[in-house]
């Protein structure tokens, strides 16, 4: 039992299942089987370009950082883990040392290397190492599917603070996709009055209902600046997160937010856009980025614990790992059916 299967992208729109050693591991890691991985637009985003953003895949990858497994073994420094506990991996590892790691932003740690991302190998495979302080216990009854949901979850919980949302704010969310409808609840838990989301799919927006929102926007039928301006009264929302990476929410986001307001751009893909820098200081309006999460694992267990979080409803589809192609073929070609899909194993 010294070989596994993994799933290799080798160029865009290829990945083939092969037999690699298992990994060995430190004193201070553990060694995972995996039992589920998310798939996540960025990793549709490398299926498809061998690239997102400006990182460009240059060797055969192992996709995935969304992942819950067991614990199979522990190294000889490791503590407060055994064999057959239930985790959920946080897949950025940083280096501890730099100037950011020691601030605690350790997601803007220049050598973070993040699981599944050009060029670190990720968890669309039967076994992973990790550093033990990257490994997180899940709550006992949550399954390992749903489990994967909480790394975005951690994303969304990372730009609602850098959002600042506090209670009685109003929030529009532009996208519907895992990470906008984790926002939504996110921002929910913190105590928003009322949460407005856009998107372009129907299904989408019902889940996105259903999960609490006060109103939907299908901005394939209605122009969702005119929509959430007459919602908030004519003065648009406190805050807006920019969860779907386009361009053109970007600029909408700019005539969607109060004067005072602040908007927070989490999804990745939007590109140089244009905005007037006078609408920015005539309207004290502050824009901020967010990228991954740092110290979001604990905080997001702990509120999917209360069960207050929807997790299980975002589950729309599930594969094995024998059918991850056919997987990423069927996410690209039905992106109106799929909220998030789970690779399943063993
Ligand atoms: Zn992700
Ligand atoms: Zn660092």
Redo the contacts with the bound molecule.
């Keep these: 039992m010294n070989v596994m299967l993994a799933a290799k992208l080798y160029a865009p729109n290829n990945i083939k299942i092969e037999k690699i050693p298992i990994p060995t591991f430190k004193e201070n890691e553990v060694l995972i089987r995996i039992k589920a991985v998310?798939i996540?637009?960025?990793?549709i985003h490398l299926y498809k370009n061998g690239r997102i953003a400006s990182t460009i895949m240059k060797e055969p990858l192992i996709l995935g950082?969304?992942a819950t497994g067991e614990i199979v073994e522990v190294g000889k420094g490791v503590s407060g883990f055994q064999f057959g506990d239930r985790v959920i991996i946080e897949p950025g590892i940083s280096c501890g040392e730099c100037p950011f790691c020691r601030r605690g932003e350790y997601n803007l740690c220049p050598a973070q290397a993040f699981k599944g991302i050009p060029d670190t190998q990720g968890c669309l495979c039967e076994y992973v190492v990790v550093p033990r302080h990257y490994v997180h216990k899940l709550p006992s009854d949550l399954p390992f599917a749903d489990g994967t949901l909480i790394?975005?979850f951690c994303?969304a919980l990372q730009g609602l603070s850098e959002g600042n949302v506090k209670p009685g704010d109003t929030v529009a969310i532009l996208g519907a996709g895992p990470v906008g409808l984790m926002a939504l609840q996110g921002a929910l838990v913190r105590g928003a009055a009322a949460v407005y989301v856009v998107d372009l799919y129907p299904q989408r927006l019902e889940l996105a209902q259903k999960l609490g929102a006060a109103s939907i926007i299908n901005a394939t039928v209605e122009d969702p600046i005119k929509a959430i301006r007459d919602l908030s009264g004519g003065m648009g929302t406190d805050v807006v997160m920019e969860t779907s990476g386009s361009a053109v929410c970007a600029e909408q986001a700019m005539k969607i937010v109060r004067r005072g307001g602040t908007i927070v751009f989490v999804g990745v893909g939007c590109g140089e856009v244009k905005f007037n820098v006078d609408i920015l200081t005539r309207s004290r309006l502050k824009l901020t980025g967010t990228f991954r999460y740092a110290n979001q694992y604990p905080v997001a267990i702990k509120l999917v614990s209360t069960e207050r979080i929807d997790l299980h409803s975002l589950v729309t589809h599930r594969f094995s790992l024998d059918k991850v192609q056919e997987a990423f073929e069927f996410l690209t070609t039905h992106k109106n059916e799929v909220i998030k899909a789970v690779i399943t194993m063993k």
């Design positions: 998310g996540c637009g960025s990793d950082h969304e790394e975005p994303v």
